[in-house]
Each structure stands twice: as C-alpha cells, then as structure tokens.
C-alpha cells in the first residue's frame, strides 16, 4: 500500500486573519495603491472572510455619447451613478502570514477567482504584490 503524504496547496485552508493583520492589510495595500496606481481609482473595497482578502477597485466611468445614452435609456446621470457603483474585482488573497498569501486573479471570462503566481513567479507574497497582480485591470482602464 502507498504511503500518503502530505503537501501544502496554497489555494486551500488558510488561516483565520487576525484582527490587527486586517487592520495593517487595509493600511498597507492602501498606501501601496496610492503610491503607485493614483488616478487609476477612485476607491477601494478592501474586506475579509475567515481566511480570504478581497480587494475590490472602484472607477469613474468613460464619458458615454449621446447616441449610447439615447439606445440604454439613460441619462448621463443615471449612467455615470449606475457605472461608478460597479467594483472592480481585482484579486483574493489567502492569508497564511502576515507576508505570505496566496493569489487568485478574477477572471471575467468565467466570474471566478483563479489561483495564480505572483509576478516573481512564486505562490506566496504579500498583499501589496497581490494588488500589482490585480492592478493589470487598472492599467488597462487608465
């Protein structure tokens, strides 16, 4: 009979974040987003779940034409307002440290997260690599 063995998958489990990491994570990928993706937002959405990080970015829509607005029915109010609410999913980090988090890049494809590297090409990072992994959305908006 073979023997099993164990090995860590870095897209399960996880652990429960603590309070003060949360803290320090919203903190931290806030000063990260501001330094490096300002004008790209206009806000973020940054929340937990038992072991799960989701960072969400909000944008100021394209200024739509009169003929677009004229075939949705919509005034350029109620399109911009409609527009603005919708986030950006940009990434689910899974927490195993303050420093070491899987990644999960939103796929719009499909409407789910999918496990992926970091661009360092590793599992594992920090929450302000994860936000440059999701920022790939941001950059192409900008």
């Known amino acids: 009979m073979a023997k099993r063995e164990w090995g860590f998958d870095p897209h399960s489990g996880g652990v429960k974040i603590p309070e003060t990491v949360k803290r320090e994570t919203v903190e931290r990928v806030e000063k990260h987003a ?3 993706y300002a004008g790209l937002y206009t806000r973020l959405d940054i929340r937990f779940r038992g072991p799960l990080c989701y960072i969400d970015a909000y944008t100021e829509p394209e200024e739509p034409s009169a003929a677009f607005l004229q075939a949705i029915g919509e005034t350029r ?3 911009m307002a409609r527009v603005s609410a919708v ?3 940009m990434c689910r ?12 890049f939103y796929t719009y494809s499909d409407e789910k997260y999918k496990p992926c590297y970091y661009h360092n090409g590793t599992f594992l ?11 790939t959305y941001l950059r192409t908006r900008g």
């Open 93 to 104: 980090l899974r927490y195993f440290s303050p420093d070491n988090w899987s990644l999960a």
């Open 125 to 135: 990072g920090t929450p302000e690599e994860g936000f440059d992994v999701g920022g």
């Open 34 to 36: 501001a330094a490096n």
């Open 77 to 79: 109010d109620e399109f």
């Open 87 to 89: 986030p950006l999913h």
